[in-house]
Structures are given as C-alpha cells and as structure tokens.
C-alpha cells in the first residue's frame, strides 16, 4: 500500500520537519509497513532530507504525474484554501482516495460563525498589528470575508474533492459541519472527522515522579511574539511564582533567553531561581522535560492544533490555556485535565495556572492515565491507522514500532 502526505508549500525540510505534520504522519504509515514520502512544494532546500519529493505546482496540478505514483492514498494539508484546489482536483483525477487535512479552528466565515470569528479575528489583527493599526486590520479583513463567492463557496468546491476531510478537534468540525449546511452543502458534513495533528511515539510517561513544574514550549523570537504572547506568559508567571513559593516555570524554544530583554516584566522575575529559561532541545530532551513536568501551559491567542500541549498530554500533564474561541484544541485536550483562564489578563491567567497546580496537590490528576488515553488517540501511527480506516483502505501491516 502506498499513501504519501502532500503540503504544497516549500518548507524547510530538514530532520525536524519529520517530527511534525506532514513529515511525522508520513513516517507514522511507514512504521505500519504502508510506503510513504511527504510531497512538498519545489526547489529543494539545503540539507534536505531524501524522504522528501519535491515537485512543481504544475505537476502537483496533473493528473497524470499522481498517477504514476500508484498511490492508494494521499492526505492533502490544504488549509481549505482555493489556490490549491487543483491538487485535489488532480489527485482525485488520478484516482486516489483523498483526504484533505484542515488544520484550523472552523472558523471559516463570519456570515456563519459572527460572535466568534469577530472575536478571534480582532484579537489576532490587534496582536500583530496594535492598537493603531489592528482596527483597521480587523474592519478590511471582515468586509473582504463578507462576500461569499470570493472566500466561502470556493472553500466548499474545494472540499467537494475529498473522499474524507479531517479537523483537528471536535470543536473545529462541529464548526466546519455548520459552515458547510449554511451553504446546504450537507454532503460535505458526513466527510467530516475529527483526525488529531499526529504527536511522536516518544512523547509517553516514563513513570517517573511529577515535579512542581510548569512548562511552556514555544518560539520565543520576536517575530512570534504576536502568535506566542509572551508578554503574558511572563506577567502570569511573575504572579504565580509570587503566589505559589513551592512551583517552578520552565520556558522552552528559540529565544527564549532573549526574552530578558523584552521588557514585558521588572528584571526581577529573570534572577528568580524558580524560571528557567532554556533554548530549543532536542525532540527526546523536551519529552524528558515533559514527563518531569505537571503542566504544560499555552499562552497563545489562537492555535488550530497546539503541538506542544498535544505532546505534554501523552507526557501525562494538563494544560492551562486561554479560553479563546481560537484555541478549540483546549475543549478537546482539557476534559477533566486541564484548566482554561477566565479571561486574558496576567491576573486571570495566573489564577488558572494556581488553579491547575492546586489539582495536582489535592491528587485530582493522573498522568499515567492521561498518558495512555492521549498516546492511543494521538501518536502517528494511530492517526495513520484512522485515516486507513477512514479513506476505506486495508491495513498495509501490522505496527512494526519506531
């Protein structure tokens, strides 16, 4: 059996890119013993990896190229946009089951999902662009939105071509179902399915003892500030480490160090021995990490699928998140496991983080417990087996391991 992954954007494609996305699900088929490779979007990169093909948007947009590759099936990550409706209508062509892989929130329209995209789309056009600009932002974007033939049909004739589309948490496909009977598109519903973003089999429990340790892995240069949000990180963790004398918090990912220059919080908070601020760690050194840790936090405004706190609940931690409509993954995640911040202030935020800790203390947590039930729903090659069984394939093997 053949299934390749197709991301039709030039990414880097180093060794890491196989520990995410498209890279991780393909190797999650390879240790079912089905034949993989991701495609990505020509010209190769430096160092690229060999399990990579790269191809043209031209032959990505030919039946006749998908077909000799003699897939059985392929898992587009298209993010519903139109431009790459040619790929799905050329895959399809070939006769390969599809499966278009939409790693977003649902929220798609705001003639569909008004309260909700207003306030996701407000809070990301003023984090990235302030208060001066984020406004105007915010009114051009929902204008240009309101038009249904620009964005929200094509949208739908591009997912017309899927045998099975994926979503990666309940809530975001309960939102894409409503999106499409808007439309009365009720044949896109029965397609739908909630396929978690595959997570690498070496985030699981060790059974080692839980610390007093908090622990939030991101990116933390400058450029990402507006996704990441450091700045309330910071000012919650201020507050926590004053509140909770016996905690400590762990900040994780490229620059984070360079985060004591950011100014968001007195200097103060960076000579405090219980925050550490540690750089970018290998993929076996941040699952170390994660099973040392109790929770995982995620200070982000909005994330379809936050990696990071899918591979700290197969660790055995809980999270505490915002609770945005942006960050659906948290309905899903945080079921009895998790603690979302009544609102977006430092002060509201740190309050769930002493919330959450507490229910470690008073033993309201069970990491290997969380462990088990996330790594059986979360790990690559279980997300491989469910889209075998959804794209109505046989099994290709039995688990050869990892």
């Known amino acids: 059996m053949r299934i390749f992954t197709c991301t039709p954007a030039c990414f880097v494609g180093d060794e890491t890119f196989f520990g995410r996305d498209t890279g991780l699900l393909s190797e999650g088929f390879r240790a079912l013993g089905v034949q993989s490779r991701p495609i990505m979007l020509a010209p190769e990169r430096s160092r690229e990896d060999p399990r990579i093909l790269r191809a043209s948007m031209q032959r990505l947009s030919d039946p006749t190229w998908w077909r ?103 809530l975001a496909l309960e939102r894409t179902a409503t999106f499409a009977r808007h439309y009365r598109r009720e044949e896109l519903s029965s397609r739908l399915h909630c396929v ?4 690498h089999p070496s985030m699981q429990y060790s059974g080692c003892p839980k610390e007093k340790l908090l622990i939030c892995v991101g990116r933390w240069t400058r450029g990402d500030w507006p996704q990441k949000d450091p700045r309330l990180l910071l000012r919650a963790t201020e507050l926590f480490l004053e509140a909770v004398p016996d905690h400590r918090v762990m900040i994780v990912g490229a620059g984070a160090e360079a985060l004591k220059s950011s100014g968001f919080v007195r200097q103060s908070l960076f000579k405090n021995p219980r925050l550490e601020l540690s750089g970018v760690l290998r993929k076996e050194n941040v699952a170390k990490a994660l099973n040392r840790a109790r929770i995982s936090i995620c200070s982000s405004p909005s994330e379809a699928a936050h990696l990071a706190s899918m591979e700290a609940v197969c660790c055995g931690c809980s999270v505490v998140a915002k609770n945005s409509p942006a960050l659906p993954i948290f309905d899903w995640l945080g079921e009895a496991n998790g603690t979302l911040a ?26 290997a417990a969380t462990s088990a039930r996330w790594g059986q729903i979360l790990h690559a090659p279980r997300i491989a087996e469910q889209i075998i069984r959804l794209l109505g394939l046989s099994q290709g093997g039995s688990f050869r391991g990892w």
């Not at 978690?196 to 997570?199: E, I, K, Q």
């Not at 509201?348 to 470690?360: G, I, L, V």
């Open 68 to 170: 000799a590759l003699q897939l059985d099936g392929l898992v587009l990550y298209s993010w519903a946009l139109p431009r790459f409706t040619p790929v799905a209508a050329a895959a399809r062509a070939a006769g390969i089951q599809l499966m278009i892989y939409l790693d977003s929130a649902g929220l798609w329209s705001p003639r569909v999902q008004g309260r909700d995209y207003c306030r996701a789309l407000w809070t990301n056009k003023l984090n990235r662009k302030g208060g001066v600009f984020g406004p105007g932002l915010f009114l051009a974007s929902m204008a240009k939105n309101l038009w249904p033939r620009f964005f929200d049909l094509p949208r739908l004739r591009h997912l017309a071509f899927a045998h099975a589309i994926g979503l990666p948490s309940p």
């Open 196 to 199: 978690g973003a595959p997570v």
């Open 342 to 367: 009544a609102g977006s202030s430092p002060a509201e935020f740190s309050e769930a983080m002493t919330k959450e800790a507490a229910a470690w203390v008073k033993g309201d947590r069970n990491a």
